[in-house]
Nanobody
Framework: QVQLVESGGGLVQAGGSLRLSCAAS????????MGWFRQAPGKEREFVAC????????RYADTVKGRFTISRDNAKNTVYLQMNSLKPEDTAVYYC???????????????WGQGTQVTVSS
């Protein structure tokens, strides 16, 4: 069983930056692909970014490409999401997830964190 705890969310002005962290425990972190997803009020959960177990492969949603960067430190059992040039439409609860497959599909991820709120003011 893997436990995931997100941190780093908060309130930021448009154009600002935040770095989210997701700390994992209870499993073999380096064997899991990791993903970040988000859910805005009244909307479905959507893919943001994912990274392969080794960190060699990454993918991004078109809406965040060039602004967000996903990375991981397997020695620290942590995955990060650096978010730059934030926009009001990035406001959402951000979730990290762990799974056995490098994919953009939420249903393929087995373990989920509780989420961290990101609010971007205009």
């Amino acid at each position: 069983q893997v436990q995931l705890v997100e941190s780093g969310g908060g309130l930021v002005q448009a154009g600002g930056s935040l770095r989210l962290s997701c700390a994992a425990s209870g499993g073999f972190f380096s064997s899991y692909a990791m993903g970040w997803f988000r859910q805005a009020p009244g909307k479905e959960r959507e893919f943001v970014a994912c990274i392969s177990s080794s960190g060699a492969l990454t993918r991004y949603a078109d809406t965040v490409k060039g602004r967000f960067t996903i990375s991981r430190d397997n020695a620290k059992n942590t995955v990060y999401l650096q978010m730059n040039s934030l926009k009001p439409e990035d406001t959402a609860v951000y979730y990290c997830a762990a799974g056995g497959i490098f994919t953009v599909l939420a249903r393929s991820y087995t373990y989920w964190g509780q989420g961290t709120q990101v609010t971007v003011s205009s």
